[in-house]
């Protein structure tokens, strides 16, 4: 049974920096596609990150480029968001997902199976 648990989300001042992880238990091999997402209150869920599971190809969303940085450690099966700058913008739920069917780095909610239960977020002084 897959299952992805974040952490590492909580308040901070806007201009400060956090760091997501999620770890991953229950794949069969290290070869899974990660995503980011987050969903503000009022609002859609949207991609924010993704990384590829066998090239380590990564892609960022406009909103978070320059500023986000998306890393996995695959002994560890646990990826990470590190998000500096922080806007109150980006105050939102982050949720990472994964998939095992899927190779490269996907900006597609629905090609994800599978969920974290969420992170908060919140950008504010």
């Known amino acids: 049974q897959v299952q992805l648990v974040e952490s590492g989300g909580g308040l901070v001042q806007p201009g400060g920096s956090l760091r997501l992880s999620c770890a991953a238990s229950?794949?069969?091999?290290?070869?899974?596609?990660i995503g980011w997402f987050r969903q503000a209150p009022g609002k859609e869920r949207e991609a924010v990150s993704c990384?590829?599971?066998?090239?380590?190809?990564?892609r960022y969303a406009d909103s978070v480029k320059g500023r986000f940085t998306i890393s996995r450690d695959n002994a560890k099966n646990t990826a990470f968001l590190q998000m500096n700058s922080l806007k109150p913008e980006d105050t939102a739920v982050y949720y990472c997902?994964?998939?095992?069917?899927?190779?490269?780095?996907?900006?597609?909610?629905?090609?994800?199976?599978?969920w974290g239960q969420g992170t908060q977020v919140t950008v504010s002084s």
């Open positions: 229950g794949f069969g091999s290290r070869y899974y596609a």
């Open positions: 990384i590829s599971s066998r090239d380590d190809y990564t």
């Open positions: 997902a994964a998939d095992d069917r899927i190779w490269t780095c996907e900006f597609r909610q629905n090609d994800y199976g599978y």
